[in-house]
């Protein structure tokens, strides 16, 4: 299958990967070239923009950072829907707006293309080892056909409902992450600070009811003091803003939501936004 | 070996039953005599107090519900310590105060016995099923005579370091839940507030970076309308003070834990004190 892919960061690089390794044709196109060398040395085909990706594509896909990038790379001057043929599948794979995701669904379907949003959880590693969750808003057929594509990325798959389910099923995945990293954070501090050993503590909080994701595989890098990106600061603040504005709308309180923007603000007006999520661990305690 | 254990409530049974089935004898007493029905047909015998029970034992658990009673299981006038023999191993495996479980560390040692801390994560599940993780605090020697017992009860088995840090370990547990219960109540209220199926959804955030023990195991029983106790609020609301104390005592910022001990007190304030901790998502929605 020929698929455009746009957007080759830490995530995105990881899933054209894939899909090159599954045996596809693979049109690679980036803002910054250097990020996408490992793959045209693989065998992935260059772009210099989504439009050029997408000529010919029965597939494009966008893996990029906010919903103005997204809009960009599909109805922008150079976007995919400027060449994309009809009967094209096109997939936003980025977190972003429900709304937006609706929109481009009418803006695809305007051009006779088919449209998916398709964000994934699971971070660079559930990148890096295809086992990412992708939740996915779109029309049934559209979802099968591709359906062996998202397999080759990541593990758990599943159709949440028409346009913009699968960006809303994301924003409640990440208000679940939100709380669960102040849950690590919190933790680690009340550990660090009555003197436990935090390797111990650690092994022994994994384990039961407080286990978590991030206890498992973010914990340890905090412990290392490896506060390197897996999932950027500054694009977790920008999920956790679309979920508050979806909760604005729909009137309802989420208060641990509300705290967690609080703290990853002040994460970045520390000058972090370019570090990994883990990095609201330093807001509580750093290890000497 | 003989064992008394004292608390047989919704974890405290499951756990001696656990020891009866490996072989030992287990006597048992409890405040309400029908709650041991079960065990004492399963062939444990019974004790009218904790000191009774205690006679002649080797190792004496204490699994009841607040720090106060533990003080009396083994401080009382008809306490583990009036009676214990020398060498006798006295376990509370309450989450109770690291405080109280340093005071009665002196005081069996003053007696002539060893005194361990082993809370316990996991909730029913995990005492049903012997897979709890078990936090200890005490000394070495003490920790490896009883570590089958621990083994018969549990899966992660994890010695902290001397008295009281088995308590604050699980105190960091209970602080990790506390931010825990909170995601998944916001992440399920947000998919139910914007339409989404809550069992598609629920697949989804699962398998990503949001999951955890609280979404695997407590989010199903929330969408079936569930709210009996694996573990009651009430006595959630009685570690989160314990935990809150602490950090004042150190002088600790722990805003998610403080946001927790808000919601939960609206959790009794409404008469759900006797329901399971899932029951905060009650706070944020009801299904209909």
Redesign the interface.
């Known amino acids: 299958m020929k698929i455009a892919f746009v957007g080759t960061g830490v995530m995105g690089k990881s899933m054209a990967g894939h899909l090159l390794k599954a045996g596809h044709e693979v049109v690679v196109s980036t803002r910054t070239k250097a990020k996408a060398e490992d793959l045209l040395q693989a065998g992935a085909k260059w772009a210099d923009t989504p439009a050029e990706a997408c000529r010919g594509a029965q597939v494009a896909i966008s893996m990029v950072g906010y919903p103005q990038d997204v809009d960009e790379v599909w109805r922008g001057p150079q976007g995919f829907l400027t060449t994309a043929a009809q009967g094209c599948i096109l997939i936003d794979m980025t977190t972003s707006s429900?709304a937006l995701a609706r929109e481009l669904a009418q803006a695809a379907q305007a051009r006779g293309c088919a449209a998916l949003d398709g964000p994934?959880?699971?971070?660079d590693r559930?990148a890096r080892e295809a086992t990412?969750?992708i939740?996915v808003g779109g029309a049934a057929p559209d979802f099968e056909a591709v359906k062996p594509l998202f397999a080759a990325m990541g593990?758990?798959i599943?159709?949440?409902?028409g346009p913009g389910?699968g960006q809303?099923?994301k924003?409640?995945?990440?208000?679940?992450?939100?709380?669960?990293m102040?849950?690590?954070?919190?933790?680690?501090?009340?550990?660090h600070?009555?003197g436990?050993?935090l390797e111990?503590?650690l092994?022994?909080?994994?384990?039961?009811?407080?286990?978590?994701?991030?206890?498992l595989n973010l914990a340890p890098r905090v412990l290392k003091g490896d506060f390197a990106p897996g999932?950027y600061v500054k694009h977790f603040v920008k999920d956790i803003g679309l979920?508050l504005d979806?909760?604005r709308e729909?009137k309802?309180?989420?208060?641990?939501?509300e705290?967690a923007a609080k703290?990853y603000d002040q994460v970045v007006a520390a000058g972090q936004g370019d570090l990994g999520t883990q990095a609201l661990a330093r807001r509580?305690?750093e290890l000497r």
């Not at 994934?120 to 971070?123: C, K, Q, R």
């Open positions: 429900p994934v959880s699971g971070g559930g990412l969750t939740m593990k758990t599943v159709l949440q409902g389910t809303l099923c924003l409640a995945n990440q208000i679940g992450i939100a709380s669960g102040i849950a690590m954070s919190e933790a680690l501090a009340f550990a600070a009555t436990l050993n111990t503590t092994q022994s909080i994994s384990g039961g009811g407080a286990s978590s994701w991030a206890l999932f979920a979806v909760a729909q309802i309180q989420l208060p641990g939501l705290l703290l509580y305690f």
